[in-house]
């Protein structure tokens, strides 16, 4: 079971930005789908985008497309989120899950290996 550890998260005035970090702790991403989820106080959730390790094929839910950018690096074995233009409203815990189970799911229950989240806070 790949465990993973999510890093970068902070406070941040709303329009600026933070990149996240999502490391796969000494494993591989090879053959499997990394995506990025969010979850505020009191809600479930969320899906935020995601990227399939060997294809490239990204997806972004609709509140974030065109701030948040998902990115891979092979030779670091991580996946990055740039997140530009931050609103309050994106304020939330930010975990990264990995699924080998399709190449197209943004569903939260196809993804495991979640690791302890990291905060991030948009003040107004």
């Known amino acids: 079971q790949v465990r993973l550890v999510e890093s970068g998260g902070g406070l941040v005035q709303a329009g600026g930005s933070l990149r996240l970090s999502c490391a796969a702790n000494g494993r591989t991403f090879d053959r499997s789908t990394i995506a990025w989820f969010r979850q505020a106080p009191g809600k479930e959730r969320e899906f935020v985008a995601r990227?399939?390790?060997?294809?490239?094929?990204?997806f972004y839910s609709e509140s974030v497309k065109g701030r948040f950018t998902i990115s891979r690096d092979r030779a670091n074995n991580t996946v990055y989120l740039q997140m530009n233009s931050l609103k309050p409203e994106d304020t939330a815990v930010y975990y990264c899950?990995?699924?080998?189970?399709?190449?197209?799911?943004?569903?939260?229950?196809?993804?495991?290996?979640w690791g302890q989240g990291t905060q991030v806070t948009v003040s107004s």
């Open positions: 990227i399939s390790w060997n294809f490239d094929i990204i």
């Open positions: 899950g990995q699924t080998t189970a399709s190449m197209r799911t943004s569903d939260v229950q196809q993804y495991r290996g």
